[in-house]
């Protein structure tokens, strides 16, 4: 579906609350050639006159560029988004975007939309975002905010605006103990996916929280869940991508077996649909990527995707799943499936 955004301009969406249920509207948007933006609204934006600025520019160097020299100042004050075609498909534009300043990468309108709605906080409650000195969240409000906002910045320590505790880590912090926010029970079972797009022979990358590097979907189960729904609920949660597992690349267990990670193998179920591009406290987002590229990229670790990549692609195939005969003591709570 075409986006509805003007190419190879900058969108300066107003704070504007009577347009909080459609900030997309064409009256709570400023449209103007790129090089216009800093000579003409750099007062406005330092006001926080705007909540977000939308890069739609042809080039993906361009658009990364054009955030890094002219709209680096703004990112206390604005959202910045880069919208482009590559958005899930480029790895390292997607990296170097964020380092530049942007906020979010994507090419749907419809995250665009969803995301500034959560991006207009109604300014009626007391608390002050540590990480940009944005004010008037609701408790709430600041949970969804940091994350949205400040998803691929390092972890600040800080006394929290709403409890008054010091923490080490605040994003982590306001996420599990603050609004809707609940304390994550430590399983020590890993469910974690290599997943590839059979088309191209792509594989599937998140970009990790607090810029940690691109690493392969997965994470902790959540008590009650076998390995397979765990593994399965990561992928959408981390990488927005709904999966069918094939089989097993690796098991691994400690000496006492209280810690245990299944790498699984993995297709998209839909190889069409394009991954999440949304911040979240989950992940940046993700994206497909080459073998070949993973050299130039910053990985959170590089064992399993230089590993098993690799061993895909050479045709080798996973084992089925079934858990082997000396190991199933340790796959009774929770099981493989």
């Known amino acids: ?12 969406v107003n704070y504007d609350l009577r347009f909080i249920d459609n900030p997309l509207d064409n009256d709570n948007i400023t449209t103007c050639p790129a090089t216009n933006v800093v000579t003409e609204y750099h007062g406005q934006i330092l006001h926080r006159k705007f909540i977000a600025a939308i890069v739609k520019l042809e080039a993906s160097n361009s658009c990364v560029d054009f955030v890094k020299n002219y709209l680096s100042f703004s990112k206390n004050f604005v959202f910045v988004i880069i919208f482009h075609k590559n958005a899930t498909e480029d790895p390292i534009f997607r990296w170097n975007a964020f380092s530049a300043g942007a906020n979010m990468v994507t090419s ?4 665009v939309d969803r995301v500034l709605k959560k991006a207009m906080c109604k300014q009626q409650g007391i608390f002050e975002c540590p990480y940009c000195q944005m004010r008037g969240f609701e408790e709430e409000e600041l949970r969804t905010h940091v994350p949205l906002y400040h998803e691929s910045q390092p972890s600040i320590a800080c006394v929290c605006p709403v409890c008054s505790l010091r923490t080490h880590n605040f994003s982590v912090h306001i996420f599990y103990e603050h609004g809707s926010g609940q304390r994550e029970v430590k399983t020590g079972c890993f469910g974690i996916c290599v ?9 599937l990358m998140v970009q990790e929280f607090q810029s940690s590097g691109y690493w392969v979907p997965g994470g902790q189960l959540n008590p009650g869940e076998t390995f397979v729904e765990g593994a399965k ?17 690796e098991i691994n267990v400690s000496k006492s077996g209280n810690w245990r990670r299944v790498l699984f193998f993995a297709v998209p179920a839909d190889p069409d649909a394009p991954p999440k591009t949304e911040p979240d406290f989950e992940s940046a987002g993700a994206c497909w ?15 399993i995707p230089m590993t098993y990549f690799k061993h895909i692609l050479e045709g080798r195939q996973p084992a089925d799943l079934v858990v082997p005969p000396n190991q199933r003591e340790f796959f009774l709570d929770p099981p493989l499936m």
């Open 195 to 203: 997943v590839q797009r059979p088309s191209d022979k792509a594989f």
């Open 108 to 111: 749907s309108d419809g995250v």
């Open 1 to 12: 579906m075409a986006s509805q955004l003007p190419s190879n301009q900058v969108c300066l």
């Open 289 to 303: 990527l080459k073998y070949e590229q993973l050299k130039h990229l910053v990985l959170r670790d590089s064992s």
């Open 233 to 249: 609920r990561e992928a959408i949660e981390e990488a927005g991508v709904e999966i069918e597992i094939k089989g097993i690349l």
